[in-house]
């Protein structure tokens, strides 16, 4: 299939229509394990697909009408422009979608989200040395400190909270 030229960075419509089919492949075969059912055979996927874009995205689907060279508006660019395009954007999504999902894929999204919900904070970024130098320039502002230490103000507070926690 001919593709038309892009500048960099510009998605054209086929990676579009690519994108979309590859992520509704993925929300079959993620429905279908829910409710127990075996994921499709690639025919039978690639047959759904290709139904789905002959009844949803008709629009994309036209032949090129050339018009006077001069009227660049009637030339229509396509890149779905006959059946043989169509299916092979349906079999090579119907492809991909097969080898790379796994039933578990939703719960280890989950998994990974919740790890991710209780391991996000940074540890401090100072040591039981940094504190214990703190102390010791306690009749200071939090702005002299902060430059005597060569931390922000910010983590000046944070230490202080440290500090305070820490008897």
């Known amino acids: 299939m001919r593709r038309p030229f892009r500048r960099r960075g510009q998605a054209d419509l086929f990676d579009v229509v690519r994108l979309h089919l590859r ?3 993925r929300r079959v075969l993620n429905d279908r394990c829910r409710d127990g059912l075996e994921p499709p055979e690639h ?3 690639v047959l759904a697909l290709e139904r789905y874009l002959e009844q949803q ?18 030339v229509r660019q396509t ?8 299916e092979s954007v349906a079999r090579s999504c119907a492809r991909y979608a097969l080898d790379n999902w796994s039933p578990d894929w ?3 999204m989950r ?16 040591t039981d ?36 926690e820490r008897g």
């Open 57 to 74: 995205c008709w629009h994309l689907v036209y032949v090129q009408e050339y018009g006077d060279a001069r009227e660049p508006s009637r």
């Open 129 to 164: 040395h940094d504190l214990d130098a703190l102390a010791a320039l306690d009749g200071l502002t939090v702005a002299a400190q902060a430059r005597t230490l060569g931390r922000s103000r910010s983590t000046v507070d944070r230490m202080k909270r440290a500090l305070r």
């Open 106 to 108: 939703i719960l280890e």
């Open 111 to 126: 998994r990974r989200g919740a790890k991710g919900g209780r391991t996000s904070k940074r540890p401090p970024s100072w």
């Open 79 to 86: 890149y779905l422009d006959s059946e043989r395009a169509v």
């Open 43 to 45: 025919d039978l996927l």
């Open 23 to 25: 992520r509704l492949s």
